[in-house]
Structures are given as C-alpha cells and as structure tokens.
C-alpha cells in the first residue's frame, strides 16, 4: 500500500506525539531520571533519620553512663535490620502472599531474587524502592530503643528487633503499604503513620512494661546528661523527615511537594504549642521541649503528608503538640510505667492524632487531596482510619508481649542490678562515652 504524503509525516512525527500524550500512558513503565534522583536523595535522609538523628536524639537524654549503649543500639539495629531486610523482609512486606496475601506477603522475593538492575517500580528502580523501604525497617524498630533505654540486655535487644521485624513491622507493612487488608479497607497511611508510629510506640510501650521500671525511679532524678547532643539530633530528625514523607510519594511532582510543605507546617506547629504549653503549666520553656514537640509534629502528620494541605497541617501540628505534651508529662505519671524517652508518649499517641486527622482533613472541602475512596464520607474515612489503628494497636502489642516473654524465658530481657548501677557503657560495652 502506497503512503500519501500526509502519511508519511503522521509516521515521521509519530515518536514526537506519543511523547507529549497526556495521562502518562507510556511513562508508567519507563524509568525517570528525576524520579530516580529524588529517591535517592530521600533515601539517603531517611538513614541519616537513624543514624545519627534519632542516635543522637536518644543519646543525649539518658545518663551520661548509658550513652554508648544507645549508639550501639542504634548502629546495631541498622546493620541486623539491612541483612534480614535482603534475606526475606521486603518479601514478606511487598511480594504477592498467594492466598494469604490480605495478611502478610510471599517469599518469592527472598535473597532479593529478581530486583535486578532493570527492574522498576512505576518510574523508580526497585533496586532504590527496595533500599527506601529497608530505610523504614531501620528506623522503626530503633525508634523503640528510648522505650527500655539503660535496662535491656544488648543480646536480647538484638532478638527482639530481629523477630519484631519478621512477626510485626513485614506484616503490617504488607497490609497496608504492599497489598494487605488495610489497604483494601482504604485507610490513608502515607508515609508510616500506622506502619511506623503506633507499631513502634506500642511495641515500646510493652517492653518498658514487661522490662519493669529503671532503679530508683520516679524518685530518683534522672535528667538528660547533654540536651546539645538531642538538640541536634531533632534537627537531623527534622531535616531528614523530608525524605520520609516527600519521599513517599516515589516521584519528584507536586504531591511530593505538598507533603514538604505540610511536614514544615506541622512540625513547627507542634513545637512551639508543646513550648507554650510547658511555659504556661511549669513557668519556663525548655530546650528539651521544643525539641520533643517538633518530633510530635513530624510524628502525627506522617501518615496524612500525602491527604492534607497547608491548613490541615496547622490543625494536626496543633493537636500533637497538646496530645502529645500531655501524654509525656501527665498520662505517663498517672498510669506509672517507665517508658524512658517518651516513645509512647510521642510516637504513639502522635501517631494515633495524625492518623485519625487525616480521615477528617484529607477532604476536600478542608483543603485535601480526598478521601480513599472518591465516595466516601468523612465518616466512613475516620471508621477506616480507626480500624487501622485499632488492628496495629491489638496486633503489635500481643505479638510483641509474647515475642518478650519468649526471649525471658530462655536468656532474659534485662541486666541486673549492679549492671545497671555500673551503666551499659562499661558493663555492655567495656567502653566509656566520657572520659572524667
């Protein structure tokens, strides 16, 4: 068949129209080099959110004589956490489970077989996906190391972080973030609300419980050794959380950009209404305050970084900052438990304000992008959002009290009392942070 002139410009020019079509059509499967270099970038911020961030976060608060031990804890969990992540981790969270899919994945992932260098996850390679992921089962089981700090045994740390990781945070990753049940019911979880937050501050909570309280408290003063040290680490904290919640968009667009913009708001928020509060209720603002209500902030707009606007923001930066204050100062001294550096306090209860927000101000009408599903009420989006909390809340705290009472029986959770009195420096550690 013969091509008329038109023709043969049709084919000519047909490269150059499939470039500009809109809808995206032949980009999904196509790699993205700005895609690809935001993912890198987040990723490298969310490890620096561990290591040092929250190391130093941490490090600073408890006693001069146990500030090694939070390194090492730390330090340790990024390496047991990256190996296990590689073996059957990101498997278990994000392969297709078969059957059992609604509730945890596959194994067919295992050893990473088949993330190779060509292959993508939309526009990202999963190579970097992957890493971005392993980045958030670093850090969430680290975030529970304030909980217990300066009593838990090193190994037993090491076995609980190891089987939480494979029994708790790949499940509940899988439901919600990788195919899961959660994600069916449509409960909007960003960046790690659910996933993250609640899953660490209650596992926390359950250790602190079952560790029992430190020596000497509440009667003992034992008041952070180097505020500097957790000054800093909020900072780094701060500065890295950009690359958790932009970077959870997986692209380099204008969600991405909202969810900046939302987590400055909300961060900010919360620190000076935690800074106001203090100063109101106890006469002073204090470094340590500030520092903690930024975190809150960062903490309970997580999982609505993707939902909310700027206003949104305000509001959810607004309840952390009260919610949360009043958890850490007030709520922990009526029930009595020793959760050391308020991983309950702010991680959980912030997690579960953000949570529930984000059903009511991801609608559009108070600015969001909507709700899950484009029919839904505000109702039933704050229903989904407390079945998800609900199911987090259940699960990872009896799947974590048995994991612990496993552990005590067979070695033991934590150190005795000389041990204790000598500091986890030297009696962990035979090091000291100081050198008097």
């Known amino acids: 068949m013969k091509l008329s002139k038109h023709g043969k410009r049709l084919i ?40 040092p961030g929250l190391s130093l976060f941490y490090a600073g608060m408890v006693r001069s004589k146990n500030v090694l031990s939070i390194f090492m804890q730390c330090f340790a969990i990024t390496g047991l956490m990256t190996i296990l992540w590689v073996i059957y981790g990101y498997s278990l969270a994000f392969e297709d489970g078969g059957v059992a899919n609604l509730f945890v994945g596959g194994l067919g992932k295992m050893f990473l077989a088949g993330v190779t260098v060509d292959s993508l996850i939309g526009t990202i390679p999963e190579t970097v996906f992957m890493t971005f992921q392993m980045t958030f089962a670093v850090i969430t089981p680290a975030l529970m190391v304030g909980a217990f700090a300066e009593r838990m045994k090193f190994s ?37 609300g659910t996933v993250v937050h609640i899953n660490a501050g209650i596992a926390g909570l359950v250790a602190a419980i079952m560790l029992g309280k430190r020596e000497g408290y509440p009667g003992t003063q034992m008041p952070p050794h180097n505020l500097g040290l957790t000054v800093m680490g909020a900072s780094m904290l701060w500065v890295g959380w950009f690359g958790f919640n932009a970077g959870s968009e997986l692209a380099a667009n204008g969600v991405a950009g909202m969810a900046m913009a939302v987590t400055q708001i909300a961060a900010a928020t919360a620190a000076l209404t935690w800074m106001f509060a203090e100063w109101i209720l106890h006469g002073k603002p204090s470094v340590l305050g500030i520092a903690s209500g930024a975190v809150a902030g960062l903490v309970a707009i997580t999982p609505a970084s993707g939902a909310v606007g700027p206003m949104g923001a305000l509001a959810i930066g607004l309840a952390a900052g009260v919610g949360c204050f009043y958890a850490a100062t007030k709520l922990k001294r009526v029930i009595g438990y020793d959760d050391s550096l308020d991983v309950f306090g702010v991680h959980a209860i912030g997690g579960i304000i953000g949570a529930m927000l984000t059903g009511v101000f991801a609608a559009e009408a108070l600015g969001g992008a909507g709700f899950a599903d484009v029919n839904a009420t505000m109702g039933a989006q704050v229903t989904s959002q407390f079945i998800g909390v609900m199911a987090t809340v259940i699960y990872t705290g009896v799947v974590s009290a048995v994991i612990l009472k496993v552990i005590d029986l067979i070695i033991g959770l934590r150190i005795n009392e000389e041990e204790e009195a000598q500091g986890l420096d030297l009696a962990a550690h035979d090091e000291r942070g100081y050198i008097l």
């Open 156 to 192: 037993a740390l090491l076995w609980f972080m190891g089987m939480w990781l494979t029994l708790v945070y790949a499940p509940i990753c899988h439901w919600v973030w990788g195919g899961g049940w959660l994600g069916d019911l449509g409960v909007l979880d960003f960046a790690g």
């Open 12 to 51: 000519l020019l047909w490269p150059v129209f499939v470039s500009v079509l809109p809808g995206y059509a032949f980009a999904e499967d196509t790699l993205s080099a700005g895609d690809t270099a935001w993912m890198l970038t987040a990723t490298a911020l969310v490890l620096f959110m561990t290591i």
